[in-house]
């Protein structure tokens, strides 16, 4: 894999597309109650890092697929943890609450972290640790 990785960006359009088609038919009703400006502006670094880093692979500061079959792990993993994301969009789609809330965090959390792991990618892993713990949080926090 070179500079640009094509199923980075198709696992971006598959976790976008839900949330996409949520944000046109709710736009009036999404309400975030917490409010935290420093953990709102590292949730959107980490975010639009994560989708960056997860399309665009910078020159020594990742080392792509270390091992025997890293290809087919990460496709048949990020798969899973796509079409889980899926489901469970369908799921909560009309609940709110904290089964919606923290698995609709936790999945793409596990995927990019999942990604930057496999790929030995420095900027995703680094991303994707400030996205899920923030995201995660105000996630949960708007939630309850």
């Known amino acids: 894999m070179d500079w640009f990785n094509y199923y980075g960006l198709a696992i971006i359009l598959i976790i ?61 993993v990020n798969g899973a943890l796509c079409l889980a994301y899926i489901i469970f ?22 995927i990019f972290l999942f990604s930057g792991a496999v790929l030995a990618s420095i900027p995703l892993i680094a991303f994707a640790v400030v996205f899920a713990a923030t995201h995660i949080l105000i996630s949960y926090k708007n939630a309850a």
């Open 16 to 76: 976008m597309a839900p949330n996409i088609v949520y944000a046109i038919a709710n736009k009036t009703t999404t309400k975030n109650d917490y409010r935290n400006k420093a953990a709102e502006i590292l949730e959107q670094a980490g975010r639009y890092g994560c989708m960056a880093f997860m399309v665009f692979n910078i020159p020594y500061t990742y080392f792509n697929f270390w091992f025997d079959r890293a290809l087919t792990v990460y496709l048949s």
């Open 89 to 110: 969009w369908i799921i909560c789609w009309k609940g709110n609450g904290k089964l919606k809330a923290l698995s609709l965090s936790i999945l793409p959390s596990a």
